[in-house]
């Protein structure tokens, strides 16, 4: 019960309604400049010939770690959609509007603008791990996308999964999603390497793990959340610099 998405589920009342669902009309919130139908990012993705396109979920701001993971997306297919999770989230997630301006400011100045759509996803957060990497290849098949990624831990919140349950799963039903799993390694920090790179590309992890420091993004929450400086090797300054002055964390769980 202490897990943040059952506590949430057991707090809801005692009945729930199944059955189709038709759109009578869309919501609209803050964000709905963000909010693409699977219709609208087809035809985006099909207007660009983009016959490759790479998924990729997040409910946090890109650190560098997140960065080397769209660049090798970017690499292996012709575009790239970048949809945050923009629904419920437990208290001490990003606020949408820190994700989204930090995203904004990183696909402006460091990514191909023409290789990239970002859009954003108004479902509630999980937190289920494995069954929600299933959950949101899914989504993201629907969308148009080819290719998605799923790396350390993906949906996973405190120690509940082990760090890549949820590729052992994407990997179980292989074949049967309709779209192409990218089960990439969590990048890290290797100081000897001087650079982002993952246990596939770095041989200190193991040699000298003393070079090494994963990035992790509780550790980012505390150094954002008590403004102390962030090293330029987890997170570029100017993607620090475009969150201040904007609420960055949920006080409160939100609905």
Known sequence: PSHPGVAHFMSMRDWFLGG?????????????EYDLTPEETRAHFANNNWGTVVGFQTRNVPHRAHEYLLRLGLELTDGLFVQPLVGRKKRGDYTPEAILKSYQTLLDNFLPRDRVLLGVLPTAMRYAGPREAVFHAIIRRNYGCTHFIVGRDHAGVVNYYGKYEAQELTHKLKGDLGIQILR???PYYCAMCDGIVTERTCPHLVDKPEVTREIQGTEMRRILSNGDECPAEFMRPILVKSIQGVKIFIDE???
């Open 20 to 32: 189709r669902v038709e759109l009578s009309q869309r919501m609209s919130f803050e964000f709905s």
């Open 184 to 186: 990439l390694p969590g």
């Open 253 to 255: 769980d939100s609905d």
